[in-house]
């Protein structure tokens, strides 16, 4: 249990140091091996009860799903813009084609 406990406080350690210029693929890795080794650590519960110095370890990595999660949504708000201004510039863009025939006369009717 303490090496499953050591493993995601390194993790977590390498995650926080490098919080700052992490990427969205950096992001979705920890979380998926974060998952991975919390499931191994469920897994273990049933077989062996954890002791208040484990308990108290796994509440400190708790200490900075904070800073993680506001990461996260500072990468999906920028998604968000960047697929905004996308969509804007290619309805902009759409606008300005045009959907004739360069070949086709127009013509108007006299009222």
Known sequence: MDDLIAELELLNSNIISELSDANYEELVEYVDKRGIIIQRIQDHLH???IDSAQKAR???L???DAAILSQMNLL???A???LMKRNQAK???NAYESDF???SILMDRKK
Do not use: G, L, M
């Open 47 to 49: 077989n062996v009860s």
């Open 58 to 60: 796994i509440v400190a």
């Open 62 to 64: 708790t200490d900075h």
């Open 76 to 78: 999906r708000v920028e």
């Open 80 to 82: 968000q813009d960047w």
């Open 91 to 93: 309805a902009q863009r």
């Open 101 to 103: 025939s360069p070949e």
